[in-house]
C-alpha cells in the first residue's frame, strides 16, 4: 500500500498560519475518523500532536488543529513560532488491524 | 513517567538476523498494544508490526511478513522483534511505541539497525 500523500514542504512566517494536506482514499483517511499527526523536530523522536483527527494530547497547544473531509486531512499550525520547525508526519488506519503514515512535511518557519 | 527504552539493534550482513528487544515502565504494560515504528536514514516513518495485550493477534506490514516476528512478554514489560532475511531496505531507525487512542503516544528513542556486507 503507498503511503498518504503529503507535499514536501511549507512555509510561514511568525505569526501566520499554515495547513499541511495528507490525501488518502476511502480505504484509510475517508474510512476512518483514525487519522494522527506526529511532529519531529531534526534528530529527535516523533511525538503525536493529534489524534483521532482533531483530538490534541494533553500539553499540545491549540495553535495545532486537526479536521478531515472527504479521503484528505489537514493539521493546521496558527500563530507560527519558530519552534514549529519541523517535520509533520500524517498517520491513518487502513483497516485490518494495519496503519499507513505520509511521506511526510518539512515546515520551515521564515 | 513512561518510559521505552530499546535495544538489540547494530551491524548485519544482509539475510542475517537481528532481535530486538523494548522494556516498557510507568504504563500497566499488559493493557497496550505495542508495534515497531521504524524511519530509514533521512526518510518518513513506516508502521512495521503491532501486537495486542496479551500476545495472541500479531499484525504485520506486508513488506516484512513472513520474516519479521514481533511478540512480547508481559512478566518482563518487554516487547521484541525479531528479524530475520534481513534486506539492505531495512537499514532504519526502529522505534517501540505505544499504541494508544487510535495513534503512537509514546515512543522510544530508536536503535539504528544497518544492514550491510
Known amino acids: 500500500q503507498s503511503a498518504l500523500t503529503q507535499p514536501p514542504s511549507a512555509s510561514g512566517s511568525p505569526g501566520q498560519s499554515v495547513t499541511i494536506s495528507c490525501t488518502g482514499t476511502?480505504?484509510?483517511?475517508?474510512?476512518?475518523?483514525?487519522v494522527s499527526w506526529y511532529q519531529q523536530h531534526p534528530g529527535k523522536v516523533p511525538k503525536v500532536i493529534i489524534y483521532?483527527?482533531?483530538k490534541r494530547p494533553s500539553g499540545v497547544p491549540d495553535r495545532f488543529s486537526g479536521s478531515k473531509s472527504g479521503n484528505t486531512a489537514s493539521l493546521t499550525v496558527s500563530g507560527l513560532q519558530a519552534d514549529d520547525e519541523a517535520d509533520y508526519y500524517c498517520s491513518s488506519f487502513v483497516g485490518s488491524k494495519n496503519w499507513l503514515f505520509g511521506g511526510g512535511t518539512r515546515l520551515t518557519v521564515l | 513517567e513512561v518510559q521505552l527504552v530499546e535495544s538489540g539493534g547494530g551491524l548485519v550482513q544482509p539475510g542475517g538476523s537481528l532481535r530486538l528487544s523494548c522494556a516498557a515502565s510507568g504504563i500497566t504494560f499488559s493493557w497496550y498494544w505495542m508495534s515497531w515504528v521504524r524511519q530509514a536514514p533521512g526518510k518518513g516513518l513506516e508502521w512495521v508490526a503491532k501486537i495486542n495485550p496479551d500476545g495472541s493477534e500479531t499484525y504485520y506490514v506486508d513488506s516484512v511478513k513472513g520474516r519479521f516476528t514481533i511478540s512480547r512478554d508481559n512478566a518482563k514489560n518487554s516487547v521484541f522483534l525479531q528479524m530475520n532475511s534481513l534486506r539492505a531496505e531495512d537499514t532504519a531507525v526502529y522505534y517501540c511505541v505505544r499504541d494508544n487512542n487510535h495513534s503512537f503516544d509514546y515512543w522510544g528513542q530508536g536503535t539504528l539497525v544497518t544492514v550491510s556486507s
Open positions: 483521532e483527527v482533531s
Open positions: 476511502s480505504s484509510d483517511v475517508g474510512g476512518y475518523n483514525y
